[in-house]
C-alpha cells in the first residue's frame, strides 16, 4: 500500500461478515431462462411468490456452466434467492462471473456466496430489485461486482477484491457499475457499525461508478493497490452520496515478470487517487469521508504547467498525461467533514482532519 492517496477536483478495521451456510452437496453449473426454468432445472424448491420465493442453495458448485458461470438466471420475473454458494473451481477467464443475472425484474436476493481465483464476482445486466448480502469473493482474475444498465441493486456485509494484473480498465475493479441507477452500496439496516462494504486491495479501482446516478455509499472502504479508490465519471453520473466511507490508493506497484519490470493495476491510466470527480459529474454529496489526500487534477501529483502525472515505479520517473484526457467536474458538488491530510488543489474543501 503506498502513502499518498489523492483527491482529484476538477474545477470548481473489517466487520466480520456472515458465515456461509456448509454447501449441500456439490453440483455442476446452473442456467435458468424464464419462470418455468425455475421448475425445469430442478435445481429449486419454492413457488417463485413473494411470500414462497424459489430458493437455490446452498450448493458447492464444481464446474461451471457453458456460459462460464456458477450460476445463470435469465428472462425471468419470478422472486427467487440465491443463497449458500461456494465454487470448487478455478475460472482463469476474466470474463466469467460466478454469478450472472440478465433480464431479472426480482425481487431477488444472492446472499452467502464464495468464491476464490475465479472470473468476475456477481454480473447483474439490465436487472433491478436485486439484494446482494454477505458476498466474499477474493483474488479474482477479473471484477468483484460489475453492474450494467441496471436500477435498484443493494448491497451489504460484502468484501470484492480483483487482484489480477494487466487487465483491461474495468477487469480489475472492486464494483464497476455503467448506465445504471439508484444503486445502495452499505449503510442499511443489513449493515453493522464500522465497514459494510470493502473493496479494498484491488488492482484496479475501488469503486467506479460510469453514467451512473441517485447512488448511496455509506460505509465502504475503497483502498485500492494500484490505481485508485473511488471514481464519479460522467455527466449522468449524479446525486451520489459518499459518506462514512474511506479511500486511499498511490500508484502502480512495480512487479518482475519474465525478467522485465512492469507495473500492476491500470498503470497507464490518469486516474490514479483516492477520489477522483470527473467528465461532468455534479450535484453530489461527500460527507465524513478519510481521504489520504487532495489534489486538483487528476495523476498520482501534479508537474508544472498543470499537467497531471504519476510516478512510474519501475523506471523511477514522471510519466505525463498530455493533453490530460479528462474534463472537469460539474456543479453543485459538495464536501463536508472531509478529512484529508495533504492538498496540492489552491482552493480545496476544508479539511476535518485535526492537527
Avoid at 453449473?29 to 426454468?37: D, R, V
Wanted: aromatic share 8%.
Amino acid at each position: 500500500m503506498r502513502v499518498l492517496c489523492r483527491v482529484a477536483l476538477f474545477g470548481a478495521t473489517m466487520t466480520a461478515f456472515a458465515v456461509m451456510a456448509s454447501p449441500g452437496y456439490a453440483a455442476s453449473g446452473i442456467t435458468i431462462s424464464g419462470n418455468a426454468g425455475f421448475t425445469a432445472c430442478g435445481c429449486a424448491s419454492g413457488a417463485g411468490t413473494t411470500s414462497n420465493p424459489y430458493v437455490i442453495g446452498p450448493l458447492a458448485i464444481t464446474s461451471p456452466n457453458s456460459s462460464g458461470s456458477a450460476i445463470t438466471i435469465q428472462n425471468t420475473t419470478a422472486d427467487f434467492t440465491i443463497t449458500g454458494i461456494s465454487t470448487n473451481y478455478n475460472d482463469s477467464n476474466s470474463a466469467d462471473p460466478v454469478i450472472h443475472l440478465v433480464n431479472v425484474a426480482g425481487p431477488a436476493t444472492v446472499s452467502n456466496v464464495s468464491a476464490n481465483a475465479d472470473g468476475i464476482g456477481v454480473e447483474i445486466d439490465s436487472s433491478s430489485n436485486i439484494t446482494l448480502d454477505s458476498i466474499s469473493v477474493n483474488k479474482m482474475v477479473g471484477a468483484g461486482l460489475v453492474i450494467r444498465n441496471s436500477s435498484h441493486i443493494s448491497t451489504s456485509n460484502s468484501k470484492y477484491k480483483a487482484t489480477a494484473d494487466g487487465e483491461a480498465p474495468h477487469n480489475e475493479d472492486g464494483l464497476y457499475a455503467v448506465n445504471s441507477s439508484f444503486l445502495q452500496i452499505g449503510g442499511g439496516t443489513k449493515c453493522p457499525q464500522g465497514v459494510c462494504n470493502t473493496f479494498d486491495y484491488d488492482s484496479g479501482w475501488g469503486v467506479y461508478l460510469q453514467n451512473t446516478h441517485d447512488v448511496t455509499i455509506n460505509q465502504a472502504s475503497a483502498n485500492a493497490d494500484d490505481t485508485g479508490g473511488f471514481v464519479l465519471d460522467g455527466s449522468n453520473t449524479y446525486n451520489v452520496t459518499l459518506t462514512n466511507s474511506t479511500a486511499e490508493a498511490g500508484g502502480p506497484i512495480c512487479i518482475t515478470v519474465n525478467g522485465t519490470k512492469t507495473p500492476t493495476g491500470y498503470a497507464n491510466s490518469d486516474l490514479v487517487g483516492g477520489l477522483m470527480l470527473v467528465n461532468g459529474t455534479h450535484n453530489d454529496t461527500i460527507s465524513n469521508d478519510t481521504i489520504e489526500g487532495v489534489a486538483s487534477t487528476s495523476g498520482y501529483s501534479i508537474g508544472d504547467g498543470g499537467n497531471p502525472f504519476y510516478f512510474n515505479v519501475c523506471t523511477s520517473t514522471d510519466t505525463y498525461f498530455n493533453p490530460p484526457p479528462d474534463t472537469p467536474m460539474g456543479p453543485g458538488i459538495t464536501f463536508s467533514k472531509v478529512c484529508y491530510t495533504t492538498t496540492d488543489d489552491p482552493n480545496p474543501p476544508a479539511s476535518s482532519c485535526k492537527s
